[in-house]
């Protein structure tokens, strides 16, 4: 135990021994430097900031201080050399920036200069090659946007020009705009979204471009970055057989159908689809030839999904005499103005968009050469007059229009019109639907009526009387062989016209005519008082050669139509297939089929 203890003794002093040589070297090392020296006079630190180290060497007590608030010395003081490190924030600034660190010693004052570079003012956009965006030519509407990213260390725009503002927009809520503002705060670039909406393009023979401008905001003299956009060209669709399949393929896409049809089957077999024997005009650019081939004359979609117009491709087909575009999903609550591509369907004589969600029709509508039928029932106009001024050019050439059921709004509220003031609906605040009073125009302007229907809507006061007079001294509406206006809220007596009308016996009166509901604006309950008038004498529905011939040379209707209107009959026995409309037309006629 004495050995150990002697050993451990010897250890220390050693140890100590050691120790004393290395504080002797390093006091000589320091004894060596006289004054106060530093490894660097400038101090260049990078925009985005971070630390440099500083090497002192001295024999002398100092101390550090610096003379600004982005950028510090640690330690500040010592005695004798040692390693600072001088560390710098991010920088806010576009230009450089420039410190003085001083080091005050017995000697005197020391500086270093300190410099950081600023941020360069800048919109880019690292995700796009070339800074430009390909957009495809078509996309559900749901779908149909992109977002553009862009890193920015200003505070900017982006604005749409004029020119492509018809197909680019942006979103606030519903509403579309053209500009978007983006505030940045700091000079640290900072990545930012804009959502760019876009709409089909449907021309084949270009594509559509346009050049998005980022433009800084709070300065005259800011930057200007740019976004150049290309929109595919769509594909060529040629008005021949092949076109019009490649039209309702694209027609049912944009619509959200899917693919209705089995493509490996010939068009002549296509569910719903009716073709027949042209002769016509092919033309593509390159030839021009007469060509006779089946070409599609009508057809129907059913349990449509859209908040658009109609698509520009039904245009390509210029054969059409018939169109049955029905069922849109939701419809009520959409207010879809319907653009003028229907209208340049030369040869379209019945067309049918029930349940679409249409609130106005293009001013072009009254010029459509041999339009007689269109069913715009379940929609969501406002007004007759919203209706009634696009088609009164159609004159004399209409003969069967269906406006029914254009309710938006149905519920306690609208039972007494009086409390939905000015047609809105106090609990949604949304208009009602169809109402105000029956102008005497829709009636004159129209002489050849056939079919009318104004059933299940919000229409009110009495009915307008009509003379001779106003219809040039002719009788008045001679062919009208169905009248629906019940479930309305009309009042008072019916008119003289409808009183001693020739075909009141085949309006089915008590249920079409007589059967109003809830009460009027006035809060009067709704109802004619004048209803056994219009019974007495009631004759039969008289009938003539003319229309039996035309009733036997009807199509035969295909089997989805007959099951269609077997349904819909059994359940309103007054009216043979309602909105099923056949692709065949003549629906005023179908209708009439016992």
Known sequence: MKLNTLNYKHVLAIAFMGLAVCISSCKDDEEGITGFQLDKENIELPDNGGEVKLQISTNERWTASSDGDWYMITPANGNGSAVCIVKADSSYMYTQREGLIT???????????????GYERAIKFESLQDDTLHLPHYKPLDEAYVDIEATANVSYKVVIPEEAREWLYFKDKNNQKYEEEFDVETTIPRKQKVRLYFKTHIEWDSERRADLQYIETGRTDGIVSEVGVIQEKAPRIIPSRTGDSLALLNVARMLNVGVPWNTSRPITHWNNVKTRLITYTYNDGTIEETRTEER??????SMIETKESLPDQIKYLDRLETLSIISNSNSYLYEIELDDVVTKLEYLKSLSLFGYGISKLPASMGDMKNLEELNLSANTFHSLTDIIEP????GPKLKYLNLASCRIVDGDATKNLKDTPNGIDPVSGRRIGLTGTLPKELFTYFPNMEYLNLSYNYLHGQIPELTEEDFNGEEVLPKLRYLSVNLNRFTGAMPQWMVKHKYRGCWGATILIFNQEGRDYNGILAGFNNER????????????????????????LNPEEKAATVEFSAKYPWEKYGNNCPIYGNWRYYNRIK
């Open 533 to 556: 008038e219009f019974t007495n004498d009631m004759p039969d529905c008289p009938t003539d050669e003319e229309e039996e011939t035309q009733l036997l040379n009807l199509p035969i």
């Open 391 to 394: 088609l009164k050019k159609l």
């Open 296 to 301: 599609v004359v009508g057809f129907t979609l």
């Open 103 to 117: 080091f005050r010693t017995v000697s005197g004052e020391h500086t270093v200069k300190i410099q950081q570079g």
